[in-house]
């Protein structure tokens, strides 16, 4: 039987080795967890991963050598036990105790003496060793130093708020079903049930809960009622104005959010699903079938153009795959997976699918682009790139109240309580090739 320290190690060690994500991770060790336990479990993982530039700078600091790189369940072990001491309220003594005793459980008792050791250090320590590397950018912002760094060239006037909100929380927030429920009666529903919410400011279905419940709390979720879905990936269907009878592509739509919203908007539209991933199209299946509502799922690539029927859609989709930096307070183990040459491999993988999708959009029709990066190379220079070199894309400035407007689409940075990072650009192709 491995304890709940040892569960999030387990969870943890694959992100040390840049395998998996901790969404995929954690379920695994999830299985594995007694019930009363889950809770705990959960906050160990998002905590030490959304605090780990953090404790690895601790780490380093208490370490005579580094740990092996190899030996990822015992620096996986480690930066738990640090994050309990430095982060929660559970007494020194208890934390120490079963963190090590999970060495022991993981096979990896040889570093029961060690850990044992750095943790009662830093127990004792804990203050001089903080006051020691609050000089330094890497622990006093918790991010990793080149994140930092672009971060501060690209955008000057906001880096910081970015990052403090990158730091906390992301608030729980819906979409409404409006084929099943208006907004209003839904939070009416809400409030009988308990439960907390305030309506999002741009989002017309969105609805941000105080605090965050089970999806199986949530009136009517089972029957399709409502979705969870932040109000930034809400805008989408609002900027595609689907009209009756449109033919529409959603480019790499797992788990299909902004499909399904896109259905519960607009219900007499066709609308093709594509998706690389057969696993993940497997959640848009799922989302499909709970909300009741139809589209073709395709998997296949949205680089190729194999498996297009040469049928020209009236509108595409593009939710482009992405760095995810505007959502790394959902998804902490950002942190430790991104790295900064990835940037410019997704910026090219981005217009390449651009370039791939463009020919399949009828002439007169309007193309959203959408990420959940708050990095420009990803972005609006990527849009302005992409019109340079297509003289029939037209950039259509986007008229809407939220975002911050750019030369090209409009960002949306992380809110307290509110909307995730997020960018959006609309295209219109020439209705005359030039």
Known sequence: MINVRGLAALAIAPLLEDKGSLKQTLTESLLRCDDKDRALLRQLCYGTTR?????????????????????????????VGLYQLLEMRIPAHAAISETVEATHQLEAARASGLLNAILRRFSREKDQIIESLYDEQVFLFNHPNWFIEKLKHNWPEFWQEILTQNNVQAPMTVRVNQLHVSRETYLSRLESAGISAM?????????????????????????????????????????????????????????????????????????????????????????????KLNARIIIADATSTEWWDQKEYDKILVDAPCSATGVIRRN????????????????????????????????????????????????????????????????????????????????LFPQPNGHDGFFYATLKKATDPT
């Open 51 to 79: 605090n780990y530039p953090k404790l690895q700078l601790i780490a380093d600091a208490l370490l005579e050598r580094p740990i092996r790189k190899s030996d990822t369940h015992i620096r996986a072990l480690l930066l």
């Open 199 to 291: 309506p999002c400011a741009y989002s017309m279905q969105g609805i941000t809960l105080n605090s965050a419940v089970d999806v199986h709390e949530l009136p009517g979720f089972a029957e399709g009622d409502v979705s969870v879905q932040d109000e930034a990936a809400q805008l989408s269907s609002s900027l595609l104005a689907a009209q009756e009878g449109d033919k529409i592509l959603d480019a790499c739509a797992a788990p299909g959010g902004k499909l399904c919203h896109l259905l519960e908007s607009s219900p007499n539209i066709t609308v093709d699903a594509l998706e690389i991933s057969a696993k993940r199209a497997d959640r848009i299946n799922e989302n499909l079938q709970r909300l």
């Open 332 to 411: 902490p183990d950002i942190k430790i997976l991104r790295k900064a040459e990835e940037i410019h491999q997704l910026s090219n993988l981005q217009l390449k699918i651009l370039n791939n999708l463009w020919h399949m959009l009828k002439r007169g029709g309007t193309l959203v682009y959408a990420t959940c990066s708050i990095f420009p190379q990803e972005n609006e220079r990527l849009i302005e790139r992409f019109i340079k070199e297509n003289s029939d894309a037209i950039h259509k400035p986007i008229d809407a109240s939220w975002g911050l407007e750019r030369p090209f689409g409009k960002q």
